[in-house]
């Protein structure tokens, strides 16, 4: 016999079912967006152009984020490339574009700000400006003394990065146009050690990011022209690269959410340049 009321609470039972499952559903995603239940660990290696960028947005990320942790270590760019790809880290930070080698390892470019490169010398130096030609011959060792270029009968001595950098591989492409460095140099592993080897050393030349240059060392003008955020958007001056975090494979979960972060309007808009970088959306097509 047909029983209406065994069949009133098996539809019953089935509806509520159907509502735990949809709340169970939607219920965490609502909560990673809103940051309460996304948890996770994150690791980072390579530029270390990128970091003063990326250890103000990890703080600001964590804060955020209680059960997120994120580790962020320098090494170079070839060396956080090399690890993420080999998947020893979830990010390589890179200064560079993706050499042709690494094609076909399923790496995944996030290019997420403009990164500004600039010479520098000790505050003792009472030069200037160099032209791009002058640069070109103190880095490819032809020009060696600072009198050469309108300076004090000095020698000069480059400090610059290991051939693992993605700052090195920057100034080649920029400025050196396939030419070689010279072999006659000192070379440091990060920006920061630079900038400090060169405050040191009378008669010190070098490149670092742009954040890197406080007041122990001196910016030069590159051809004429002085560095600063806005004649890199005018194209008035031109050593700059753009910053890159890769992954592999497309990132999910907390190592997206961070990734988003970084590229959000709330980062890029309020903190890149206050960071010393700028936002890839002010530069012109």
Known sequence: MFNKKKVTLVFGALMMSAMMLLTGCGGPQKAASGGESLSGKISASGSTALLPLLKPAQEAFQAKYKDVSINIAGGGSFTGMNQVAEGSVDIGDSDVNLPAEYKDKGLVDHKVVVEPFVFIVDKANKVDNLTKDQVIGILTGKIKNWKDVGGEDQKITLIHRAKSSGSRATISDVVLKGQ?????????????????????????????????????????????????????????YPIYGYGHMYTKGEPTGALKAFIDYILSDEFQNTQVEKLGFIPISKMKK
Request: hydrophobic fraction near 40%.
């Open 180 to 236: 070689e460095f010279t072999d006659d140099a000192v070379i440091q592993d990060s920006n920061g050690a630079v900038r400090a080897a060169i405050a040191s050393t009378p008669g010190a030349i070098g490149y670092v990011d742009a954040p890197y240059a406080d007041d122990n060392v001196k910016i030069l003008k590159f051809d004429g022209v002085e560095y600063s955020a806005q004649n890199i958007i005018d194209g008035k």
